[in-house]
């Protein structure tokens, strides 16, 4: 806070804590996450003696049951929020515990006995999630709070329902509420004013962002800054339009102080991403007005190629660490940023930075001007270490890669924090999913900070998601009492090792096994004692007796001695507390001290006696030394322990020089062979342990063994190199008691395996160390499912569900999923990165267990593992409609093509059908449901039929027969008919009796419960005669059963933003709408709500209710006759939901408009005809200025015609234009046109009008110089058209042509990607739907382009158009000086049929000195003309493909090839990047791009830049740019290898050139 307060004020806040809290806050206490706000969880305040924590005197001490059991006696409590300690004001010691079932606990520290409890409220359900069950049933407090000791005030955030009422029942996200509370730890009672509801809360700096519970996750623990308390959120498992946030509240009134979203100003409503999670670490602070937090990935991606500093941060805030300051007032600003330099490919492998805590290091990591660091690290298992001051902005770093103090890329992702332990030099702890525990020393060189991977833990963390964050503690802060405490998922569940290492191992001195530890749990500490929670409902504590029975000496310190030099004896005594027989006495440590006098054994010794022992300190090492002398005794006084433990210290040097080299081997595993530029850095640390200087005199270096043979390096002097290994900072001499780090870096570009074996002779001795290398190629993730039968494979499809068939009722089928590493036998492993399965869903499908394919799971090549899922259905009565289950299972892999993906299930549930059937396939009678007889007299009158062998087939055989509309079975072997239904439906457990005939069918019943008793009947109805609501009297009935609702059933119009569109079949080849959505009522509202919350353009309902989305139809769906959309929603009998293989569908609403100005003018009257004729007048106009480039050129251009034709356009649209046209042009530069027609003369200028304006999209048949040829399928080998690709997600059919324009083909697929070629690939034939082509450009939604695997296929033909021309017209064009305007200049071609016709296309361009202008005008512009009586066709002849070496291209139809240009040292020749495609760029997709600029150019292979100007100078200072020799162009385009695309800082550079420009448009 910031102000001054009076000493009067001061000094009364003072005496009033001091006399109400003057027990509070004990110096054991734990009352934030990790022991104080910079997070590391290095705390030394809770008597962690290691001689006690590592002896059998230390273990469990108490299980705690938590007793709640929401929803079931199953439903442990789960406890993700981890518990406080804290001591109030009656000076004892209590553990906090919130959980996910909103139960907030107070336990005795010591006891382990719940002393309070209460409840906040209701959870919120697992089950409203979709399907993302990483905490899972429940969701109520899952944040660590904070206590205030100021206050004895417990801060938390709880996330339950609106309705306090619907017990257990999941009421949907708009329901779900976040509350901020404030409790009182002696009572638990709320503070006044409190809770506080956070929905609705607009961010201050995105107004247009709103907070909602339902969808937002609050995860970090939260953070406690002076007068205020903030937190953070995210969503689940990156679901819905959420956001992440900072919220911060004034701790004493709850007023809500900041309201920050990480998704900030410019960024839309309905993009997602920034969330605040971090695996349940805490937001950090340095105390001093600063805050710290990591991001994880998101879509906003406002940051591409250009670097940014980090102190002009975004306002979207993914993958990013953050600095903020915290104001006066509890706003916070931003202040600096970093983001991982490949930020985009992160968000595309769901890779988050945020998967961890950003952890601020204590004072004893600053080194130079580095002051003060922090360290962090992310899902794509890179470890980051920041300057805290300085964090690194975007791409700030050499090569455009990171600023940052350094990097270490690990095997797996890690979600925990590091281990931080500050004493003895320095060591950093990272948790590897599924690897060893990595240690890392730091050191600090010339005011250079740097951190060595020195070690590792002996065992393997779990190979699955949830090893916790490092925690490490020392005994009130000595040197050699630091220990490492981890928590696992798997084996033993808590781990203690001796923090510092022991030739390359961390030494454990003890662990436990804890049933179901929490996930990222990170160990708490009291008063000696250690809790741990659990998700099965247990709290933990560990601990030792108080009481020792001896009281000896201890620690002794020896202080420093020399190595091998005895220094003088220290005497122990030791004194019995009570009387004790000492049964033996052990030693445990190191071996460097010599004990003599011990106490013989079995000696009694009586309270209060004493004995002494002498000890002598010998090193045989450098380093700090300690060994336990473990005195056993027994004794008969309860609380006493049974043994006393005695610790010996001391220091060993070294006087001379004494080399270390760590580690002795360095490996660089799992490296993907050119996947990082530049290679892959690690480092060693050279150490001096001796007093004196050392100096190398020689290292020698082999590629085979220690052994040699030796042979010169390779590289320079200073960084020499052997084999693909660079050594970067060899030292010659190193100071006594300092080290050195050397950087080793791998040239990772080929694959293989690789040694270096390095021989460091030196007065400190001679040492070996080596450096191992293995470079892979890329994974390669093959994900399959098994065919319903179980005999087969069916490959993962991104466009189809996976299917389990139709499944009948009161059966199971399982299935598996198999993921294999389908790389080469030389590719690194496969990483399961994300894995969300569908376990403990609602539903019908799931997965067995969330084991199998878990997070972290890794495969070697060729190696493959599998999870099964099962789709059960329940058991239900015959003659049911289907009904449709989906499930989604969120996977990725780092295999960098395959992304993340929801991969779907669908099972389509069935029950047998009785004849007679409909032609649906459905029965004719279908099940009504169960009803009660005798309701008083009998309901159905009739007795159809009886029989011992009974089915409810063989009553509804007998039904038909009978000619009545309801039918029933009853008493087990009885069946019934009547013409009206029954009075009173009930629930369906009260029909509980088998068939005779079938024990699996349900023949009536007597009834459960209250209704226990009754006479109750298993109904079916004539689907053609009763629709559930009215019956239709026939030639056996006589009454309408129940009069008609008022209203209905009808279409209904449209609802939620979406238009009914008709009702369609069902696809040919599968689902119309491929995804399936499971809604809680069959209503139109309901399915276009699921739609529409998963962002799909469409939604469909089908069987009376079932929900389908989709983004575009299937193959073979269409649209059908209203009427066969016939049954009522099943929610909602005034409305239709389709019927059996129809939907009725519904189109999300778009309002588009479009306007263009030009100077190209055409102006036709058609007229069209399909069922009916109107007029329509169509022109258009479109301008853009070209710059002012300059042409010395001029055409002269003249043309005369007459024609008479009819023009014959797409679909059965015809147009007749009379008019004769001549046209005449000079080198002047003023164009005017006039024409005249049989019925007068008339002046045309640039003018548009449209009367009226097209309604909807449709097929364009003429593109360019190219014919539509119809909606093509795939090829079945490959790609249909394989020469050249492109992907844009503005596409248009305009761009593809272009970028086609060598080709004698091109398609559009998927709305956004583009084929060329020349031929068809084997398999591609005309689609036998050609309305399956319906996926709309993304650029021009005017029209089509494709859809899944169906292509929009254009080619060149002899007639690229069948018009017939019908008309007599006169153009005049005159040219003279005007400014030049292009929009683009278009090779048009056409054929023209006449029996006496000359057509013209004319294009008149000139140009001034300073400004030019280009006028196209066009009338039916051929490619070639000719005057003939008979039929004129233009032929083209297809382009061969070139296949020879890279050559430079010479440009397009506008642009002209100039040179290979350097850019200036500083500065940029173009100032204008309008694309960096890594994957397609070509030489004319960039000119295509840069059409409206002067100049085009390429460099680095993928970046294309345009402009009007060349800043041939650049910068201030800078060496400008050259022309260089092509041959410093040599990188190939990726999308064109036969092309080159410039170099690193030079271009391929093209001039706009308008000659040709005007010639290629038609000019001549």
Same mark, same amino acid.
């Given at each position: 806070?910031?102000?001054?307060?009076?000493?009067?004020?001061?000094?009364?806040?003072?005496?009033?804590?001091?006399?109400?809290?003057?027990?509070?806050?004990?110096?054991?206490?734990?009352?934030?996450?990790?022991?104080?706000?910079?997070?590391?969880?290095?705390?030394?305040?809770?008597?962690?003696?290691?001689?006690?924590?590592?002896?059998?005197?230390?273990?469990?001490?108490?299980?705690?049951?938590?007793?709640?059991?929401?929803?079931?006696?199953?439903?442990?409590?789960?406890?993700?929020?981890?518990?406080?300690?804290?001591?109030?004001?009656?000076?004892?010691?209590?553990?906090?515990?919130?959980?996910?079932?909103?139960?907030?606990?107070?336990?005795?520290?010591?006891?382990?006995?719940?002393?309070?409890?209460?409840?906040?409220?209701?959870?919120?359900?697992?089950?409203?999630?979709?399907?993302?069950?990483?905490?899972?049933?429940?969701?109520?407090?899952?944040?660590?709070?904070?206590?205030?000791?100021?206050?004895?005030?417990?801060?938390?955030?709880?996330?339950?329902?609106?309705?306090?009422?619907?017990?257990?029942?999941?009421?949907?996200?708009?329901?779900?509420?976040?509350?901020?509370?404030?409790?009182?730890?002696?009572?638990?009672?709320?503070?006044?004013?409190?809770?506080?509801?956070?929905?609705?809360?607009?961010?201050?700096?995105?107004?247009?962002?709103?907070?909602?519970?339902?969808?937002?996750?609050?995860?970090?623990?939260?953070?406690?800054?002076?007068?205020?308390?903030?937190?953070?959120?995210?969503?689940?498992?990156?679901?819905?339009?959420?956001?992440?946030?900072?919220?911060?509240?004034?701790?004493?009134?709850?007023?809500?102080?900041?309201?920050?979203?990480?998704?900030?100003?410019?960024?839309?409503?309905?993009?997602?991403?920034?969330?605040?999670?971090?695996?349940?670490?805490?937001?950090?602070?340095?105390?001093?007005?600063?805050?710290?937090?990591?991001?994880?990935?998101?879509?906003?991606?406002?940051?591409?190629?250009?670097?940014?500093?980090?102190? %002009?941060?975004?306002?979207?805030?993914?993958?990013?660490?953050?600095?903020?300051?915290?104001?006066?007032?509890?706003?916070?600003?931003?202040?600096?940023?970093?983001?991982?330099?490949?930020?985009?490919?992160?968000?595309?492998?769901?890779?988050?930075?945020?998967?961890?805590?950003?952890?601020?290091?204590?004072?004893?990591?600053?080194?130079?001007?580095?002051?003060?660091?922090?360290?962090?690290?992310?899902?794509?298992?890179?470890?980051?270490?920041?300057?805290?001051?300085?964090?690194?902005?975007?791409?700030?770093?050499?090569?455009?890669?990171?600023?940052?103090?350094?990097?270490?890329?690990?095997?797996?992702?890690?979600?925990?924090?590091?281990?931080?332990?500050?004493?003895?030099?320095?060591?950093?702890?990272?948790?590897?999913?599924?690897?060893?525990?990595?240690?890392?020393?730091?050191?600090?060189?010339?005011?250079?900070?740097?951190?060595?991977?020195?070690?590792?833990?002996?065992?393997?963390?779990?190979?699955?998601?949830?090893?916790?964050?490092?925690?490490?503690?020392?005994?009130?802060?000595?040197?050699?009492?630091?220990?490492?405490?981890?928590?696992?998922?798997?084996?033993?569940?808590?781990?203690?090792?001796?923090?510092?290492?022991?030739?390359?191992?961390?030494?454990?001195?003890?662990?436990?096994?804890?049933?179901?530890?929490?996930?990222?749990?990170?160990?708490?500490?009291?008063?000696?004692?250690?809790?741990?929670?659990?998700?099965?409902?247990?709290?933990?504590?560990?601990?030792?007796?108080?009481?020792?029975?001896?009281?000896?000496?201890?620690?002794?310190?020896?202080?420093?001695?020399?190595?091998?030099?005895?220094?003088?004896?220290?005497?122990?005594?030791?004194?019995?507390?009570?009387?004790?027989?000492?049964?033996?006495?052990?030693?445990?440590?190191?071996?460097?001290?010599?004990?003599?006098?011990?106490?013989?054994?079995?000696?009694?010794?009586?309270?209060?006696?004493?004995?002494?022992?002498?000890?002598?300190?010998?090193?045989?090492?450098?380093?700090?030394?300690?060994?336990?002398?473990?005195?056993?005794?027994?004794?008969?006084?309860?609380?006493?322990?049974?043994?006393?433990?005695?610790?010996?210290?001391?220091?060993?040097?070294?006087?001379?020089?004494?080399?270390?080299?760590?580690?002795?081997?360095?490996?660089?595993?799992?490296?993907?062979?050119?996947?990082?530029?530049?290679?892959?850095?690690?480092?060693?640390?050279?150490?001096?342990?001796?007093?004196?200087?050392?100096?190398?005199?020689?290292?020698?270096?082999?590629?085979?063994?220690?052994?040699?043979?030796?042979?010169?390096?390779?590289?320079?002097?200073?960084?020499?190199?052997?084999?693909?290994?660079?050594?970067?900072?060899?030292?010659?001499?190193?100071?006594? %008691?300092?080290?050195?780090?050397?950087?080793?870096?791998?040239?990772?570009?080929?694959?293989?395996?690789?040694?270096?074996?390095?021989?460091?002779?030196?007065?400190?001795?001679?040492?070996?160390?080596?450096?191992?290398?293995?470079?892979?190629?890329?994974?390669?993730?093959?994900?399959?499912?098994?065919?319903?039968?179980?005999?087969?494979?069916?490959?993962?499809?991104?466009?189809?569900?996976?299917?389990?068939?139709?499944?009948?009722?009161?059966?199971?089928?399982?299935?598996?999923?198999?993921?294999?590493?389908?790389?080469?036998?030389?590719?690194?492993?496969?990483?399961?990165?994300?894995?969300?399965?569908?376990?403990?869903?609602?539903?019908?499908?799931?997965?067995?267990?969330?084991?199998?394919?878990?997070?972290?799971?890794?495969?070697?090549?060729?190696?493959?593992?599998?999870?099964?899922?099962?789709?059960?259905?329940?058991?239900?009565?015959?003659?049911?409609?289907?009904?449709?289950?989906?499930?989604?299972?969120?996977?990725?892999?780092?295999?960098?093509?395959?992304?993340?993906?929801?991969?779907?299930?669908?099972?389509?549930?069935?029950?047998?059908?009785?004849?007679?059937?409909?032609?649906?396939?459905?029965?004719?009678?279908?099940?009504?449901?169960?009803?009660?007889?005798?309701?008083?007299?009998?309901?159905?009158?009739?007795?159809?039929?009886?029989?011992?062998?009974?089915?409810?087939?063989?009553?509804?055989?007998?039904?038909?027969?009978?000619?009545?509309?309801?039918?029933?079975?009853?008493?087990?072997?009885?069946?019934?008919?009547?013409?009206?239904?029954?009075?009173?439906?009930?629930?369906?457990? %009260?029909?509980?009796?088998?068939?005779?005939?079938?024990?699996?069918?349900?023949?009536?019943?007597?009834?459960?419960?209250?209704?226990?008793?009754?006479?109750?009947?298993?109904?079916?109805?004539?689907?053609?005669?009763?629709?559930?609501?009215?019956?239709?009297?026939?030639?056996?009935?006589?009454?309408?059963?129940?009069?008609?609702?008022?209203?209905?059933?009808?279409? %209904?119009?449209?609802?939620?933003?979406?238009?009914?569109?008709?009702?369609?079949?069902?696809?040919?080849?599968?689902?119309?709408?491929?995804?399936?959505?499971?809604?809680?009522?069959?209503?139109?509202?309901?399915?276009?709500?699921?739609?529409?919350?998963?962002?799909?353009?469409?939604?469909?309902?089908?069987?009376?209710?079932?929900?389908?989305?989709?983004?575009?139809?299937?193959?073979?769906?269409?649209?059908?006759?209203?009427?066969?959309?016939?049954?009522?929603?099943?929610?909602?009998?005034?409305?239709?939901?389709?019927?059996?293989?129809?939907?009725?569908?519904?189109?999300?609403?778009?309002?588009?408009?479009?306007?263009?100005?030009?100077?190209?003018?055409?102006?036709?009257?058609?007229?069209?005809?399909?069922?009916?004729?109107?007029?329509?007048?169509?022109?258009?106009?479109?301008?853009?200025?070209?710059?002012?480039?300059?042409?010395?050129?001029?055409?002269?251009?003249?043309?005369?015609?007459?024609?008479?034709?009819?023009?014959?356009?797409?679909?059965?649209?015809?147009?007749?234009?009379?008019?004769?046209?001549?046209?005449?042009?000079?080198?002047?530069?003023?164009?005017?046109?006039?024409?005249?027609?049989?019925?007068?003369?008339?002046?045309?200028?640039?003018?548009?009008?449209?009367?009226?304006?097209?309604?909807?999209?449709?097929?364009?048949?003429?593109?360019?110089?190219?014919?539509?040829?119809?909606?093509?399928?795939?090829?079945?080998?490959?790609?249909?058209?394989?020469?050249?690709?492109?992907?844009?997600?503005?596409?248009?059919?305009?761009?593809?042509?272009?970028?086609?324009?060598?080709?004698?083909?091109?398609?559009?697929?998927?709305?956004?990607?583009?084929?060329?070629?020349?031929?068809?690939?084997?398999?591609?034939?005309?689609?036998?739907?050609?309305?399956?082509?319906?996926?709309?450009?993304?650029?021009?939604?005017?029209?089509?382009?494709?859809?899944?695997?169906?292509?929009?296929?254009?080619?060149?033909?002899?007639?690229?158009?069948?018009?017939?021309?019908?008309?007599?017209?006169?153009?005049?064009?005159?040219?003279?000086?005007?400014?030049?305007?292009?929009?683009?200049?278009?090779?048009?071609?056409?054929?023209?049929?006449?029996?006496?016709?000359?057509?013209?296309?004319?294009?008149?361009?000139?140009?001034?000195?300073?400004?030019?202008?280009?006028?196209?005008?066009?009338?039916?512009?051929?490619?070639?003309?000719?005057?003939?009586?008979?039929?004129?066709?233009?032929?083209?002849?297809?382009?061969?493909?070139?296949?020879?070496?890279?050559?430079?291209?010479?440009?397009?139809?506008?642009?002209?090839?100039?040179?290979?240009?350097?850019?200036?040292?500083?500065?940029?020749?173009?100032?204008?990047?309008?694309?960096?495609?890594?994957?397609?760029?070509?030489?004319?997709?960039?000119?295509?791009?840069?059409?409206?600029?002067?100049?085009?150019?390429?460099?680095?292979?993928?970046?294309?830049?345009?402009?009007?100007?060349?800043?041939?100078?650049?910068?201030?200072?800078?060496?400008?740019?050259?022309?260089?020799?092509?041959?410093?162009?040599?990188?190939?385009?990726?999308?064109?290898?036969?092309?080159?695309?410039?170099?690193?800082?030079?271009?391929?550079?093209?001039?706009?050139?308008?000659?040709?420009?005007?010639?290629?448009?038609?000019?001549?």
């Amino acid at each position: 806070m910031s102000g001054i307060m009076s000493t009067t004020v001061v000094l009364a806040v003072l005496l009033s804590f001091l006399v109400s809290h003057v027990n509070s806050l004990a110096s054991t206490d734990t009352i934030t996450w990790g022991g104080d706000n910079s997070r590391t969880g290095y705390q030394t305040n809770h008597n962690m003696d290691p001689s006690i924590v590592g002896s059998s005197q230390f273990g469990q001490l108490f299980k705690t049951v938590l007793p709640g059991n929401y929803g079931g006696p199953l439903n442990y409590e789960q406890m993700f929020s981890q518990p406080l300690v804290y001591t109030p004001s009656d000076g004892i010691q209590y553990v906090y515990v919130a959980t996910t079932q909103n139960n907030v606990y107070k336990i005795n520290a010591k006891t382990g006995a719940i002393v309070l409890s209460r409840n906040l409220g209701i959870p919120f359900l697992t089950a409203d999630l979709d399907g993302c069950v990483d905490i899972n049933p429940h969701v109520g407090v899952t944040a660590t709070g904070v206590i205030d000791p100021a206050t004895d005030t417990l801060y938390l955030t709880s996330k339950t329902y609106i309705d306090q009422t619907q017990i257990n029942v999941a009421q949907g996200k708009p329901a779900g509420r976040y509350y901020f509370h404030a409790i009182d730890v002696n009572d638990l009672s709320e503070r006044p004013g409190f809770p506080k509801n956070l929905e609705g809360i607009v961010a201050r700096n995105n107004p247009i962002r709103s907070f909602g519970g339902g969808i937002h996750h609050q995860r970090p623990a939260l953070l406690h800054s002076g007068q205020y308390i903030y937190a953070g959120f995210a969503s689940h498992c990156v679901q819905y339009n959420f956001t992440g946030w900072i919220m911060g509240w004034d701790k004493t009134t709850g007023e809500v102080v900041e309201r920050y979203a990480t998704e900030g100003a410019g960024v839309d409503a309905q993009t997602k991403g920034g969330g605040v999670w971090m695996s349940g670490g805490g937001l950090a602070s340095d105390d001093a007005g600063s805050m710290f937090f990591a991001t994880g990935n998101g879509y906003a991606s406002q940051l591409s190629t250009i670097p940014v500093n980090g102190r %002009n941060p975004p306002t979207s805030l993914e993958e990013a660490a953050v600095h903020m300051t915290i104001n006066a007032d509890g706003s916070l600003s931003i202040v600096d940023f970093f983001m991982p330099w490949e930020k985009t490919q992160l968000d595309g492998a769901d890779k988050d930075l945020g998967t961890s805590p950003l952890e601020l290091l204590p004072s004893e990591f600053s080194c130079g001007d580095v002051k003060r660091i922090g360290v962090v690290t992310g899902k794509s298992g890179k470890t980051y270490w920041l300057n805290l001051d300085d964090l690194g902005g975007y791409q700030n770093g050499p090569n455009k890669l990171d600023n940052v103090i350094q990097v270490y890329q690990n095997e797996n992702s890690v979600y925990a924090g590091a281990g931080v332990y500050p004493l003895e030099g320095g060591y950093i702890y990272i948790n590897v999913i599924g690897f060893a525990t990595h240690v890392f020393k730091f050191t600090c060189n010339a005011g250079v900070p740097s951190f060595a991977k020195v070690a590792d833990t002996p065992s393997a963390n779990a190979g699955i998601l949830g090893v916790g964050h490092g925690t490490t503690t020392s005994l009130n802060g000595q040197a050699g009492t630091g220990l490492l405490w981890t928590s696992d998922v798997r084996g033993q569940s808590l781990r203690i090792y001796k923090a510092v290492p022991d030739n390359g191992l961390l030494t454990q001195i003890n662990g436990f096994n804890v049933d179901s530890v929490t996930k990222f749990t990170r160990p708490v500490f009291g008063d000696g004692r250690v809790y741990i929670g659990t998700t099965k409902g247990f709290l933990y504590g560990f601990g030792s007796p108080v009481n020792l029975p001896i009281n000896c000496t201890s620690p002794v310190d020896f202080g420093t001695a020399d190595l091998n030099t005895p220094t003088a004896a220290r005497t122990i005594t030791c004194k019995a507390n009570v009387a004790v027989t000492i049964s033996n006495t052990t030693y445990v440590g190191d071996s460097n001290f010599v004990v003599s006098g011990l106490p013989t054994a079995p000696s009694n010794i009586a309270a209060g006696d004493t004995f002494t022992m002498s000890t002598v300190f010998n090193p045989k090492s450098v380093g700090i030394l300690s060994q336990d002398i473990v005195i056993a005794t027994t004794n008969g006084v309860a609380g006493y322990s049974t043994s006393t433990p005695i610790t010996m210290r001391g220091t060993g040097q070294s006087v001379d020089a004494l080399l270390r080299i760590s580690p002795v081997t360095l490996a660089f595993e799992g490296v993907i062979a050119g996947g990082q530029t530049g290679g892959v850095n690690q480092s060693v640390i050279f150490t001096n342990l001796g007093n004196a200087d050392l100096s190398i005199s020689d290292i020698q270096y082999s590629i085979v063994s220690e052994e040699g043979p030796f042979i010169p390096a390779n590289g320079t002097a200073v960084n020499p190199k052997a084999g693909p290994f660079t050594f970067y900072g060899l030292p010659s001499t190193i100071p006594g %008691n300092s080290g050195v780090t050397v950087n080793i870096n791998f040239d990772s570009s080929v694959t293989g395996n690789y040694g270096a074996y390095l021989k460091v002779v030196s007065n400190g001795g001679t040492k070996f160390f080596d450096v191992v290398g293995t470079a892979g190629s890329a994974p390669k993730a093959l994900i399959e499912f098994q065919t319903p039968d179980g005999l087969s494979w069916v490959s993962f499809d991104p466009a189809k569900n996976f299917t389990f068939g139709n499944v009948t009722e009161n059966t199971t089928r399982s299935l598996k999923m198999r993921v294999t590493n389908n790389g080469t036998s030389e590719s690194t492993r496969l990483y399961l990165t994300v894995s969300k399965p569908p376990f403990g869903v609602s539903g019908i499908i799931g997965a067995n267990n969330q084991v199998d394919l878990a997070e972290g799971t890794s495969l070697a090549p060729g190696e493959n593992a599998t999870a099964t899922l099962y789709c059960s259905v329940p058991k239900t009565p015959w003659n049911q409609a289907p009904y449709y289950g989906a499930a989604h299972w969120t996977m990725n892999l780092d295999d960098p093509t395959f992304g993340k993906h929801d991969i779907g299930f669908d099972c389509t549930a069935v029950t047998e059908q009785a004849p007679p059937l409909l032609s649906n396939g459905l029965g004719l009678y279908k099940y009504t449901g169960c009803f009660k007889e005798n309701n008083p007299g009998r309901q159905l009158k009739s007795q159809i039929t009886s029989s011992d062998t009974m089915t409810s087939a063989m009553c509804i055989a007998a039904c038909n027969a009978a000619g009545v509309i309801f039918c029933g079975t009853q008493y087990n072997r009885e069946c019934w008919g009547g013409p009206t239904i029954p009075t009173l439906k009930v629930d369906e457990g %009260n029909c509980n009796y088998p068939c005779k005939g079938d024990i699996n069918q349900i023949c009536g019943g007597n009834g459960v419960g209250a209704g226990s008793g009754g006479s109750y009947i298993s109904l079916f109805a004539d689907s053609s005669r009763f629709d559930g609501n009215t019956t239709t009297p026939g030639s056996s009935t006589t009454a309408s059963s129940t009069p008609a609702p008022t209203g209905g059933p009808f279409v %209904n119009p449209g609802v939620g933003g979406y238009t009914s569109i008709g009702c369609y079949t069902e696809s040919t080849t599968g689902r119309a709408l491929p995804n399936g959505k499971t809604i809680a009522s069959k209503t139109v509202a309901l399915c276009v709500a699921a739609c529409s919350a998963s962002n799909y353009i469409y939604a469909g309902l089908e069987y009376g209710g079932e929900c389908w989305c989709g983004n575009a139809f299937t193959a073979g769906s269409v649209p059908t006759a209203i009427t066969d959309c016939s049954m009522v929603c099943g929610g909602n009998t005034t409305e239709y939901c389709g019927a059996g293989s129809r939907l009725n569908v519904y189109q999300r609403n778009s309002a588009s408009s479009s306007s263009s100005s030009s100077s190209l003018s055409s102006s036709s009257s058609l007229s069209s005809s399909s069922s009916s004729s109107r007029p329509v007048t169509v022109s258009s106009s479109s301008s853009v200025s070209s710059g002012s480039l300059t042409s010395s050129s001029s055409r002269s251009i003249t043309s005369s015609a007459t024609s008479s034709s009819s023009i014959r356009t797409s679909g059965s649209t015809s147009a007749s234009v009379t008019g004769s046209s001549s046209s005449s042009s000079s080198r002047s530069s003023s164009i005017s046109s006039s024409a005249t027609s049989s019925s007068g003369s008339s002046s045309t200028s640039s003018t548009s009008s449209s009367t009226p304006s097209p309604t909807g999209p449709s097929i364009r048949q003429t593109v360019a110089k190219y014919t539509f040829q119809g909606c093509w399928t795939e090829s079945t080998t490959g790609r249909a058209l394989s020469s050249k690709t492109y992907a844009d997600d503005l596409m248009t059919l305009e761009s593809c042509a272009a970028f086609c324009s060598a080709y004698s083909m091109f398609g559009v697929e998927y709305g956004r990607e583009c084929y060329c070629g020349n031929t068809l690939g084997a398999g591609s034939v005309k689609a036998a739907n050609q309305a399956d082509c319906n996926f709309l450009c993304p650029g021009d939604k005017t029209t089509y382009c494709g859809a899944g695997v169906r292509l929009q296929l254009y080619a060149l033909s002899a007639s690229t158009s069948s018009s017939s021309v019908s008309a007599s017209s006169t153009t005049s064009v005159t040219s003279s000086s005007s400014t030049v305007s292009v929009s683009s200049l278009v090779t048009v071609s056409s054929s023209v049929r006449s029996s006496s016709a000359t057509s013209t296309s004319s294009v008149v361009a000139t140009s001034s000195a300073s400004r030019s202008s280009v006028s196209v005008i066009t009338s039916l512009p051929p490619s070639s003309t000719s005057s003939s009586s008979s039929s004129t066709r233009t032929t083209t002849s297809q382009p061969a493909l070139y296949t020879g070496p890279p050559v430079t291209s010479t440009g397009n139809v506008n642009f002209t090839y100039y040179s290979c240009v350097s850019e200036p040292s500083a500065g940029r020749l173009l100032p204008s990047q309008v694309e960096n495609n890594a994957t397609y760029m070509t030489i004319e997709k960039c000119l295509s791009r840069c059409w409206n600029y002067k100049y085009a150019g390429v460099e680095y292979g993928q970046e294309c830049w345009c402009g009007n100007s060349l800043n041939t100078v650049g910068d201030a200072g800078a060496t400008p740019s050259s022309n260089l020799t092509d041959s410093k162009c040599g990188f190939k385009c990726p999308g064109n290898a036969s092309e080159f695309c410039g170099a690193g800082g030079a271009l391929n550079l093209y001039w706009f050139d308008l000659e040709k420009a005007v010639r290629n448009a038609g000019g001549s």
